[in-house]
């Protein structure tokens, strides 16, 4: 067990170095002067600027010195100093945010993780509690609604089903606004007697007891939270139902009602902690899917976060900010990989790992 | 699965060679193989696969047909070019009059409608774009591009797989890593990317999507390939060929590709769907087709700047949104059905 976690400890970094050459191939289908454009902050606006910055980054020389210097940063000729470098968190600079992109990755970060954290407690909850619930119904009416609402779930766009609710609960009713907060609670949390303690709105709300903002939040996240979930309830469902059905098929189970005990018992005492230990790790994919979701519904949502920003830099080929948050989620996703494994060994003691 | 549908008992017996009396093959089994054919009869009987097939049936025919039902306005005209109405930037409602380079009127139109005038069945988005023109030829340019990737990424994995399973040890290892490190990004993030890249090389158009959506999208099959190969390695047919001497590759590509391809090929194809999703969300977040690309993706994304009267050109995101829903459900349908089907859990 600890040796399986040891092992995978040293895999990580491989395979996030793995992940940084991935893009930094990535970067070398542009040409040396649309590379040198990447650093400049302004437009470039003449050839000898962008000499300059192709001589001071190297950005003639071999593949494996520039990616060198792309990963701890090149040492600048005239100064001496080391400039640039991924692993200095430098991520360069973000020609749609006007600011390096560490820093607009760090600012819109509070945003997006309000809203996963949010979104995880309606994915979580309803996608198992649906599963579950099919599973016991087996080949019932219920069964078979869910599964219908599994496929279309499947089959939605996360844009078509944004903009449909949109289109229903704004657009034509005005109950849900797009953005993050209304102005005049926009005015309350920038005023001075107003802490952020954590830039998380909903959070920061209850902690200054300024219960109006925290519902006003909760209000402009109910439409992306409501489009995220979605998508995930239709990967859970089928998973917790599939697991839930294979479990009460088992002997125990058998054993279990022939010797009485109450129908909700075994589903509950009995099938359902087993059943849910496949479930366990495919919450690992749902942080997948959530990463992927972001980008568009914080686009179709105006929400800023993350996902919109990246978005917003893609439209405008601004390469380096969708790299930075590509490497960014690409570490969090080896991450929460390698969280659910482990919990997975330590859910299942079937699973001695190899 | 109900295969015992097929009585028995109705069918005439043989006596093989070496004294059994089998059931005698039906003709769908004579055609395709037993296999083969028990995943035929169970997708036809199986009323959720076969609305699937019929929706999935009905975009080809679209696509075909697509010169019939949206002629474009001048026949030597890029026909995936949508044609305008003028350049007006408020969005037309359905069923408006087309004023301004009217395209031919097809024959069933006055037949069906008892007009004579072409109006924009599905209204325009701002800038006159017939948006019935758009969804008709996107059929195109959906199956177009769902096909290619598929196909492509198939053949890439299927290289990576046969190799990984067949020769394990060390190459196994480095090949499963390097696929490992194209899992770990989010594939919508990394095609976004990719086509970020791509668009200043090749210019706005279906292709940097599509490389992208290739680059990052074989990973899936290498890993199912190479599983069955590891698996169908094993059997004696391939130790046969071996005592025979017969040489690597021809023990891969002759014995052991042939028998472990047939799932994953057919699980592929059904990754049409979710392909061309990702592809329209690549186009509505602006690194896709350029605008007035006859694409449902692009089509949708003029609804942008409407998000605050989505009420009122509610036709810009339902009509193409319709489209897109009902092309992924059709193929998710036969895709769920086919796994019961291949589910070796569901067989007797």
Known sequence: ?354 | MTTSAVAPTARKRYKTDDGFFLPEPSRLEKAVGPESARVIRGLLTNPLSVTGLVVVIFFFIVAAAAPVLAPPFQATADPYQIPRDGFGPTPQEPGSVWKRDVPPVPFWYEGVTGKQEWVHLFGTTSGQFDIYYGIVWGTRTALLVGILVVFAGLFIGLIVGSISGYYGGATDDILMRITEVFMAFPFLLAALTLSAILVPLFGRGIWPSVIALVSFGWMGYARVIRGDILATKERDYVLSARTIGAKDGKILLRHVLPNAIFTTMVLASLDVGAIVLTFAALSFLGVGTDIGYADWGQVISFARSYILSLDTYWYIIVFPGIALVLFGLGWNLIGDGLRDVLDPRMKK
């Open chain 1, 1 to 354: 067990m600890t040796a399986y976690i040891l092992r995978r400890l040293v895999q990580l970094p491989l395979t996030v170095f793995g992940v940084t050459i991935l893009i930094f191939l990535m970067l070398q289908i542009l040409s040396p002067a649309e590379r040198a454009a990447l650093y400049i902050k302004d437009i470039p606006k003449n050839e000898a600027q962008i000499d300059r910055v192709i001589k001071r980054y190297g950005l003639d020389k071999p593949m494996y010195v520039q990616y060198v210097n792309w990963l701890i940063g090149a040492v600048d000729q005239d100064t001496g100093d080391r400039v640039g470098g991924v692993l200095r968190a430098d991520l360069g600079y973000s020609r749609t945010g006007r600011e390096p992109v560490i820093d607009l990755l760090l600012r819109r970060l509070p945003a997006t993780a309000e809203l996963a954290i949010w979104s995880f407690i309606p994915i979580l909850g309803i996608g198992i509690w649906l599963g579950i619930i099919a599973a016991i119904n087996h080949n019932k009416l219920i069964d078979q609604i869910a599964r219908v609402f599994s496929i279309v779930g499947y089959s939605f766009p996360t844009f078509v089903f944004g903009l449909l609710v949109l289109m229903l609960f704004y657009a034509k009713t005005g109950w849900f606004p797009p953005g993050r907060l209304s102005d005049w609670a926009v005015q309350i949390v920038s005023a001075p007697g107003f802490t952020q303690y954590t830039n998380l709105n909903t959070f920061d709300a209850l902690l200054n007891g300024r219960f109006d903002v925290f519902l006003d939040a909760l209000r402009h996240m109910f439409l992306p939270i409501i489009t995220l979930s979605y998508l995930s309830w239709a990967l859970l469902l089928r998973v917790t139902r599939s697991s839930m059905l294979e479990t009460l098929g088992q002997d125990y189970i058998r054993t279990a009602r022939a010797k009485g005990v109450a129908e909700k018992d075994v589903v509950n005492q009995h099938a359902r902690p087993n059943a849910l230990i496949p479930v366990a790790t495919i919450s690992g994919l749902t942080v997948v899917g959530l990463l992927n979701g972001v980008v568009i519904t914080e686009t179709v949502f105006n929400y800023p976060g993350l996902g919109s920003a990246v978005a917003a830099a893609a439209v405008s080929l601004d390469v380096l900010t969708v790299l930075g948050f590509v490497l960014f989620n690409a570490t969090l996703l080896i991450l929460a990989n390698l969280i659910v494994d482990v919990m997975y060994a330590f859910l299942d003691p079937r699973v001695r790992l190899r």
